[in-house]
């Protein structure tokens, strides 16, 4: 693995944009098949991170220095690493333009960024982050904050809001309220203490099967939820977050909380560069075909995990499975041969509904079930808590990046 490239202009069989669980987990299956490419990722971050922990590091059930591992210790043995940012794509020359002023060719492009969080299109939000009461377990360093408000709270007003979708990890704002109100529980603080979930989405979830098991903790907590309902700003000082709520007319009313507690979740989308390249479809996504996962007009382009167009959960637990798909198609498109390997849209979220016990909603296209597990998880269970808190992380780490594909293949 090397991260100098001396040329101006360079050159790769495949060129992967982003060292996320999706660029990694699919350059480390493409390794695994065919040890003779010349496999480049560019990525200008020196950490990885396993995000799916910080639900688990917000209410005091996992070390966050367990989810950071320095960059160069994931990147596959034999793939080069370009520690630099896409800043254009020329798809019609068959290359990308980077930070650093360099061109870089490719046969096979591969597209895998991730998702952009956009902090700053809530007023006053970035300011406050961190301090005031104000937390996030979207982002590594808050994570630990959220345990330290959920410990040391004695009551009051505790908001939590949830963005426009899509997200990465749509059930990840209701969890980090499940388990701050179970602490709050099993401290007696319920009594003192007023629980609100502000979504924009009409739906408690996207799959109605889960609902009834989320609806019974949304009743065991008292929260209080409010559909239709946009964070528009937050006052970290005056410890007051303003909200836009719509009403089944589409008119709208601002409304002022105050807050001892506030868990933001920001709005996102796919990165800015790629929202303005050739790639996008008009939302912005990298535009490929919901089954192949090939570019819908550049056929020596794929996609996979967060960024693309298809209408899937957006976990790592899609990237796992999206990561062979991509590699089994893109090499067999190398090769002249169909693209045999057929992504069904599968997600996981587990949704962590207290302490020890998680609803474990798996699900592709159509809202259709596809548990892997004989669990069933529309009811909350012991089983998924043990898998999410040591079972998961390992297979992440040990096998999802390093291309060992453990029960992986779609059906």
Not at 132 to 145: H, Q
């Amino acid at each position: 693995m090397s991260s100098d490239v001396s040329a101006t202009q360079s050159n790769a069989d495949i060129v992967i944009m982003g060292a996320g669980a999706a660029g990694i987990s699919v350059a480390a299956s493409l390794r695994r098949r065919r040890p003779t490419l010349s496999i480049t990722i560019v990525d200008p971050a020196d950490t990885h991170y396993y995000q799916p922990a910080w639900t688990l590091v917000g209410a005091g059930e996992f070390d966050v220095a367990r989810t950071a591992r320095p960059m160069s210790s994931v990147i596959p043995e034999g793939v080069n690493w370009i520690q630099a940012a896409v800043t254009a794509f020329a798809p019609e020359r068959q290359q990308v333009l980077l930070s650093d002023g360099r061109r870089l060719d490719y046969r096979f492009l591969i597209v895998a960024p991730g998702l952009q969080l956009n902090w700053e299109a809530i007023d006053g939000l970035s300011e406050t982050l961190g301090r005031n009461g104000v937390t996030s377990n979207y982002r590594f360093d808050l994570a630990p904050y959220t345990w330290s408000l959920a410990r040391e709270f004695k009551g009051g007003n505790a908001l939590f809001t949830q963005p426009p979708m899509p997200i990465k990890c749509a059930g990840a704002p209701q969890k980090a309220m499940y388990l701050s109100a179970d602490t709050w529980r099993q401290r007696g603080l319920l009594d003192k203490t007023k629980i609100e979930f502000h979504l924009v989405a009409p739906a408690l979830f996207g799959v109605k099967d889960y609902i009834p098991a989320l609806m019974e903790y949304i009743q065991r907590y008292r929260i209080s939820l409010n559909h239709l309902s946009h964070l528009r700003a937050v006052d970290g000082e005056r410890r007051v977050a303003r909200f836009e709520i719509f009403d089944a007319d589409g008119q709208s009313q601002f409304v002022d909380k105050p807050f001892d507690f506030l868990h933001v979740v920001p709005p996102q989308s796919a990165p800015d560069v790629l929202r303005a390249s050739p790639l996008a479809d008009a939302a912005g996504w990298c535009e490929v075909d919901p089954a192949t996962l090939r570019h819908a007009r550049y056929a020596n382009v794929f996609g996979l995990g967060d960024a693309i167009s298809a209408p899937n959960a957006k976990t790592a637990a899609a990237a796992r499975k999206q990561a062979v798909v991509v590699a089994e198609n893109l090499l067999a498109s190398m090769d002249g041969r169909p693209l045999s390997l057929h992504y069904d849209g599968y997600g996981a979220c587990p949704l962590t509904v207290e302490h020890g016990k998680i609803v474990l909603a798996e699900f592709g296209y159509g809202g259709k079930l596809l548990p892997t597990f004989p669990i069933d998880g529309t009811h909350a269970n012991r089983v998924a808590w043990v898998l999410k808190k040591y079972v998961l992380p390992k297979v992440y780490w040990d096998f999802m990046l390093r291309g060992r594909e453990w029960m992986a293949r779609p059906r």
